[in-house]
Every structure is written in C-alpha cells, then in structure tokens.
C-alpha cells in the first residue's frame, strides 16, 4: 500500500546528501546471560534476523515518480531481503572500545539508500571484556530519537529468565494496532496535541497570538537574552561545512553525581548536563586556541506541559519546544557557568510555558529556520550560525532491562551533524546512569574523545562547587 510521505518526514529525505546522512542510531551493550556458550553471539543474531514477520513501519521505503506526480510516499519493499538489514560483525583484536567506537563511527558515516527499507542493525561480537554490542540506525524520516527509544523499550523486559521476545523490527500484536494509532510511534512531532494542529479554528484563534510573542521574542533575541530565537551566536569551528566522515564518542556517569550538584545547588539535571558540556567545551576550545569570547549557544529541545491551554486540553500531553541556552562558555567558573546555564534555561522555560503549542511549534519553527536555510542558500561565513551546539536529552528505562537473558549494559545515542553545526551531543538516561553520545564531523571537530575527558573533568568541579 502506497502512502504519502508527511511533510517533517519528506524534509529531513530532501534535506539529505552526502555530507549530511539524515539517520538516528543507537549503541547498546549487552552482558551474555551465565552460561552463555561460545557461539551465543551467533544465536542472537539469528534470533534477530529469523523473525516471524516484519513490522509494517521497517517494511517500507521513500518513493517519487511520474504515477505520484512527483511526491515522495511510502512503498512497500516486494524485494525486502532481511540480511540487508540484519548484519553479523566482528572487532578487530585487541576488542577496546576503542575499536567498537571506530565501527560505529564508520557505519554511521553512510548513507541509507532509499531502494531499501531505511534502517540496518548490526550484532557485533569480539570485545575482549565478553560483552556484546549492537549498533542500529533508522532515517529520521521514519523515527525520531524518542520514538527510536520506545521501540527499543518496547522489546525489552525487566525479567531476566523471560525469553521469546522479539527483534524491535519484529511485528507483535501490539504494532498491529490500526493506523491512526501506528502513526504516534511514526511520527515526528507526535507529541504535539493533534487537535490543534487540525482544527483549522484552533490554529487561526491560537495563532492570533503569535506576532506579540514573536515581537517580545524577537527583542530578548536583539538583547541578547534567552529566547527561542538566537541573534548573537559566535562563528566556532564548529559552525562551518561539514563531510560525510563521522567520528562518535561515548561515555556514561552515575546520574547520582548529576543529581547530588543540582541538589545542593538548587539547579536541574539537565541543568548540569548543560553546565558538564559548557565546561568540556571551553576546554576543549581553549586548547585549540578558538574559545570566543561570547558565549556560545545550545539548541535544547524540552518538553512542556501544554494541559493548560484550551486547544491541547482534548488531548493532552506535552508540547515540545526549543530553548537557546546561553552556555556561559566566557565564564571562568565553573559554578558562574552553571548558574549562567540555569537563568537561561529557566527564562527559556517561562517564555515557552507562556505560549500555545501552536505558538511554541510556530517559534520552534522560527529558531530552526536560519540552521536550515543558510546551508540550503551557502551563506556560512556571512552569517552568524544561529546556534552553536545541540544539546538533548532522551529518557530512557529507569531499570535493568533485559533481551531474551542478555541484561543491558547501556545505550548510546548516535545523532545528525548537519552543515554549520558539526557536533551533536545526545544524553540517554538509563538505569541510574546518564548516558553520553558524541557524533561529530571527523574532519571539522579533531580529537573528538577528548570532550570525554573534559566532561568527567568538569563533573568533578561542579562537584567541588557544590561542596560534594
């Protein structure tokens, strides 16, 4: 069955070339249940690709012709072939992480071609530690981080003696449910209350709004406040054209440690998140002698409650938003840096809890626009980027979770580096740890592992700060 390709969808497909692959991945590690033998790794890969049958959403490619008039649908694979998708692979001795980082890093440096079904999965043995690892990457067109996150969360277990449970691309009774309700898995955005983006009455009455808070938007922008829109950015080196090369790092922390700074210093976890990265970065920027003296700016995505407003209240939810984060990347301090990162985040907060969801969806919008276009029109260097550095964070499963009695390790975010913004920093919460995944352009954003160190190093300052 043919169907059309939604708009979000259709623009992260076209936004798409060589130097820009347009793919979310993951990287999970697993522990081999006690007295797993030496072909285990074999096995689970076979359980992953002898599936029963496909679901629907991995079974389906982008396709545009002269019989569609041009526009981008859905077609089903006749041809899927399972191995294509489901691959076997092996580390290099010694086994490091190291080396497991390097494949990530490869694989998630090509493209996904659109002849195929969009995603591949990759069961990789070979760690001298005994672990095994799987890496996966599914195009943005048909899942977003959170939506990649659920569908992993929906095949794991906390039973470690559970077994039979499905691949994440296997179809289960539940993914058959009808299309309306597949879609919310499927799309993008899926969040925002649909009946204020349908209501035609809704839109132009909440809409009405939107030029005063824009204007009032706009001005904090021009003084250089936090805002949804971002005028005062710094050119970094990371705001330049990017290659197809990827190079990903990944590490985790307690979130007991993020938890114990934000505690004592009255500020969130995501707030320390901010604060970890703003100092790693001005490290790191130091060091290549390229630190600005402006502070550099974050694109963080949150999520709002959006009950109060009258359009959102038939169903519900969140909203979700962007807030450009003043880093404090000037400060010396790493507490001045903090409290910095908090006053932005909370400002930003206010301003959105403010608006409507169609007015936080329109602004968001608005906050993208210039990432977007200055590429699309090659105006880098004539502009300043709108925003330095994306910073987001994905929660994930509070507990052990489990795959046919291999517990999960961790899982680590791979994102998109896209043209004037080389670098991507993803956080996954999962079982007490905050788990960070770094992608970069390997060519614009050198020694990339060695933000790693700088995030450990300022975790332990904003320690000393806090008195902890």
Known sequence: MVTPIDPTSAAFLLAENRSMPMHVGGLQLFKKPEGAGRDYVRQMFEEMRDVDEIAPLFLKHPHRSARTAGQLVWRPDEQFDIEHHVRHSALPKPGRVRELLELCSRLHSTRLAWERPLWEAHVIEGMRDG???????????????????????SVLTTDPDKRGMPAPWGATPERSRSGKERAKVETPLAEVPTQALRTALGITAEAAGLPGAFIKTLTKSVRNETSALSLHAPRTILNQNITGSRRFAAQDWPIERLRGVGKATGTTINDVVI????????????????????SLVAMVPVGLNAKQSQVASADGGNAVGSIMVQMGTELGDPGDRLAAVHRSMQDGKEALSSMTPVQILAMSALGQAPA??????????????????????????????????????????????????????????????????????RRTVPHLQRLLTHLDDELTALEKVAGI
């Open 372 to 441: 977007i276009l200055t590429p699309m029109l090659r105006m880098q260097g004539i502009v300043r980027p709108p925003y330095n550095v994306i910073i987001s964070n994905v929660p994930g499963p509070r507990t052990t979770q489990y795959w046919n009695g291999a517990q999960l390790l961790g899982t680590y975010p791979l994102s998109i580096p896209i043209n004037g913004m080389a670098l991507n920093i993803t956080c996954t919460s999962y079982d007490g740890d905050m788990c960070f995944g770094l992608t970069g352009c």
């Open 275 to 294: 604060a970890m990265v703003s100092g790693a970065m001005r490290t790191y920027l130091s060091e290549l002698d390229a630190l600005p003296d402006q």
């Open 131 to 153: 672990r095994v690892a799987m890496y996966t990457k599914t195009h943005h067109a048909l899942v977003d981080g959170v939506s990649a996150m659920r569908l992993l969360a």
